[in-house]
Each structure stands twice: as structure tokens, then as C-alpha cells.
């Protein structure tokens, strides 16, 4: 049997990948809202952020008591000082969506996405999820094996943002300055968002290792 | 006479008021760069950023260190994990400067910014360079007054971000798209610069009061 303070402890690790799946759905709906004008998904979106936020701010609550009363031994005081980071991390990730959902809104009825760039859009949206699935498995896991793998899925969001921009830099750009303003918004979000995704496989693998993970 | 732990706490402050001082150089070279093509002062800014890292990289270890040798009462406590937050803000500011600096080197020997939306940059460079003196202060003063007072100046900097989307909103815009696209993202670089100094002193303000700041 657990005693308390390591059901504590496992609960901190059980918040952070339940933040994992809301940042990953936020995204997901996020990118239903975007390139289907559905303004009700991206109220809904835009109102999920507000939970997030309050589990972060809960979950860093708990992990600061914990260390306050439990004056935690070397190994997990590193786990909750990883928390800390990932729950931010994960918070900023739910942002992201937020900020895709609210473009979603504001061009509605809309679309912000032009039609030969959905595609793009639908496989930064895939990688994005992917990610998100993984970082939760990863932190329930502590996968530092899976955590350095996640470098590949960015490296794939990476070149998929270089591809938008191509296409936003194309002479021939036929729809003016503010869907080229959107789209280069649009895309950072989604980029910034893995970018997030990496540094929280990082940190785990930091948690697990002590050493920097060259992800 | 202090003993040594509270000089180690001391240290950290220190520290963190040498990043944000880091930080602001590192914006207000960046703007130079920018707006005079100096390929030599953004290669310098570009260089500085490994400084910044590597001396969050060292705060956070000693922070963390102490944490463990010291088993610090909640007050001290707080004090260390709001300098992790505080510290992850700096190291992300120094980011942005980074991102900024990069742009002035891509474009280089041309100019990213039209002339026109110069006087903007400035003004928003102005503001950062404003923001990251005020926010060393505040860090090492525990100035709750000041840290309340950043909201204002983060007003200013989102009425300028504003006027830049309707200078590159505006249909006669002659520029082309590349440059309503570096002109997006750097505005994006200074208003988010911006957003993580009034997030330190959010985070001053909490670990003084105990309370959130409606910053």
C-alpha cells in the first residue's frame, strides 16, 4: 500500500497528463472550429482554456504543498520542480488553441483558411494531437525512450511551417494581407504549440535521467 | 551578518535582476539591428542568448540545489519557486530579443521594417527597453506598487501592436506579403516580450502578498 505522500506525489503525475489530453482536445477542436467556421466549437474552445488554467493553477497549489510540508528528498523534488515546468508548458499549449479557436471566431462565418491550404493546416493539426497523445503517455510512463522521439514528430511540424510559408510568399498570393497576416499567426500557434509538446518530453526526460535530453 | 543561505537566496535575486537587465540589452540591441541592418549587432544578440540560457540554466540548478540542502520554511519556499517562474519569463524574453535579431539578419543588408512603421517599432522597443528596467527593479526592490503599475505600460504596447495591424491591414499596403509577414511576427515578438515582463511581476506580486494580481 501507497502511503499518502506518494499518492500525492502520483496524483500530481495523473493532472499533468489529464492536461495533456485537454491541451491535445483544445487543439483538436480548435482546428474543427477553424477550418469548418463552427463558431460554437470555438466558443466552447475558447471557454475550455478558463478549466485548464484553473488545473494548473490547482495542480502547482498541490505541488507546492507537497514540498512545503513534505520537505521531499533529492529525487522527488525534481519530480515536483518538473511538474511545475510541464504543467506551464501545458497551460501555454491550451493558450495556443485558445488563440487558434479565437481566429476561428473572428473570421467567422468565415473561414481564416484558404482551401489550398487546409491541407497543411489538417497535418499540423494531426502532428499537434499526435503529440499531445504522446506527451500524456510519456509523463504516465516517464517513456524517456518516446520522449526523444518526439523531436521527429516536431521536425515534421517544422517542415510543414516552412511549407505555409512557401505558399504565403508565392508572388501569385491571391487573397491579400489579412488572410497572409492570419495564416502566418496560424501557423505559429500550431508550431509553438509542439515546440511546447518537445519541451515537456524534455523535462521529463531530465526528470528521469538528470542529464539534458538533445531533443 | 546573513548567514550563508540567506546570501544564497540573495544570489537568486541577483541573478534574476541581472537577466532581466540581459534581457532589455538584448530587445534593444535587437530593435537596432533591426532598424539599421546591422548584421554585427544582431550576430552579437544572437550570440548573447546562449549567455541568457546558460544563466537560467545555473540559477535554476542552484535554486533547486537549495531547495534540497535547505528544506526551506513556505515563506522561502515561495521565494524559490516564484525565481524558477520569474526565471523561465527572462529566459523567454531573451527569446523574443533573439527571434527579433534573427529577422534583421535574414533581411540583411536590407531593412525588415518600412519606414512608415518604423516610428511604431521604436515606440514598442521603447516600451520593452522601459518594461525589463522597471521589472529589475521590481524584482530586486519586492516592489508590489511598481509590478501592478506594468499593466499600464502593457496597454501602451498592445495599443501599438493595434496600429501596426491596421498599417498592414490597410488595402493600399505596397509592401508585398513577406514583409506583412516579418512585420506580423515582430510585432508578435515585442507584444509577447511585453506579456512575460507583466508576468513577472505578477509573479513578484504573489510571492510578496500571497495574492493574484489583477495585472
Known amino acids: 500500500m501507497r502511503d499518502q505522500y506518494h499518492e500525492e506525489l502520483d496524483g500530481i503525475g495523473a493532472t499533468l497528463v489529464e492536461m495533456a489530453g485537454l491541451a491535445g482536445q483544445a487543439m483538436g477542436n480548435a482546428t474543427v472550429a477553424l477550418l469548418g467556421a ?5 466558443e466552447e474552445v475558447i471557454a475550455s482554456d478558463k478549466a485548464i488554467d484553473q488545473l494548473q493553477h490547482d495542480l502547482d497549489a498541490r505541488t507546492v504543498d507537497l514540498m512545503a510540508r513534505q520537505q ?3 529525487g522527488d523534488l525534481r519530480t515536483l520542480v518538473a511538474s511545475l515546468r510541464m504543467s506551464a508548458d501545458l497551460e501555454r499549449m491550451g493558450d495556443l488553441a485558445n488563440h487558434v479557436a479565437k481566429v476561428a471566431r ?6 481564416a483558411v484558404p482551401s489550398e491550404l487546409v491541407e497543411i493546416i489538417e497535418k499540423m493539426a ?4 499526435i503529440l499531445s497523445k504522446k506527451v500524456a503517455v510519456i509523463i504516465r510512463d516517464r517513456d524517456t525512450e518516446k520522449a526523444l522521439q518526439l523531436g521527429d514528430d516536431d521536425d515534421e511540424m517544422d517542415i510543414l511551417h ?3 510559408f512557401v505558399a504565403l510568399l508565392d508572388p501569385a498570393w491571391p487573397h491579400g494581407n489579412e488572410v497572409a497576416i492570419d495564416m502566418t499567426l496560424i501557423g505559429r500557434y500550431y508550431e509553438r504549440f509542439a515546440d511546447h509538446a518537445v519541451s515537456v518530453g524534455r ?7 538528470g542529464e539534458y535530453a538533445d531533443i
Do not use: F
Not at 463552427?38 to 470555438?42: D, F, K, T, Y
Not at 473572428?106 to 473561414?111: A, K, S
Not at 494531426?126 to 494531437?129: H, N
Not at 523535462?203 to 535521467?209: D, G, I, K, M, N
Open 203 to 209: 523535462r521529463l526526460y531530465y526528470l528521469v535521467t
Open 126 to 129: 494531426v502532428i499537434a494531437e
Open 38 to 42: 463552427n463558431l460554437g466549437v470555438a
Open 106 to 111: 473572428m473570421r467567422y462565418p468565415g473561414i
Open 162 to 164: 516552412r511549407r505555409l
Open 72 to 74: 521531499p528528498v533529492a
